[in-house]
């Protein structure tokens, strides 16, 4: 989950110089650096999903 949100950050730092930079050329790499982050988030997103919880619910096993 800390990876997540550090994806999650990059890509609103790209994103904001995408939308702040006057220079094309810096545009240009913010909006390919926007994606690759983008990317990140969903492929780990991908991954927390298919991740058992770590959290184990003592109350639950004891039920059982």
Do not use: N
């Given at each position: 989950?800390?990876?997540?949100?550090?994806?999650?950050?990059?890509?609103?730092?790209?994103?904001?110089?995408?939308?702040?930079?006057?220079?094309?050329?810096l545009?240009?790499?913010?909006?390919?650096?926007?994606?690759?982050?983008?990317?990140?988030?969903?492929?780990?997103?991908?991954?927390?999903?298919?991740?058992?919880?770590?959290?184990?619910?003592?109350?639950?096993?004891?039920?059982?």
């Open positions: 989950r800390i990876a997540l949100g550090a994806e999650k950050r990059a890509q609103a730092f790209f994103e904001h110089v995408l939308v702040t930079a006057d220079d094309p050329a545009r240009a790499l913010a909006r390919e650096m926007a994606a690759d982050e983008q990317e990140h988030v969903q492929l780990i997103e991908r991954m927390l999903e298919s991740t058992p919880d770590a959290v184990v619910h003592w109350e639950d096993l004891h039920e059982a």
